[in-house]
């Protein structure tokens, strides 16, 4: 997945499941999965809501300032997945 691909999720994810005027998957569903945690966390205090992955990416988005923020980032720890 691309980062331009993951911060549509957030943009779908800040208007509640809807996405470019479609309801894509229902509010009660964002609602829920915000409410419980369901891979989606509240950043401390700051307002941001986030999903992170398991080789450093990280999608943020913030509904009350209306955007979403998504990358890529990934540090092998040996050489060994490194190509020259």
Do not use: P
């Not at 957030?10 to 419980?36: D, F, H, M, T």
């Amino acid at each position: 997945m691309r980062s331009s691909d993951m911060v549509k999720l957030g943009w779908l994810y800040q208007n509640y499941g809807e996405y470019q005027g479609k309801q894509i998957i229902s509010r009660e569903w964002v609602e829920r999965a915000e409410a419980e945690c369901y891979d989606l966390y509240e950043e401390g205090q700051t307002g941001f809501i986030g999903k992170g992955g398991m080789c450093g990416q990280m999608l943020l988005y913030h509904r009350k300032a209306g955007f979403s923020v998504a990358w890529h980032s990934f540090e092998a720890e040996d050489n060994s997945t490194i190509v020259e």
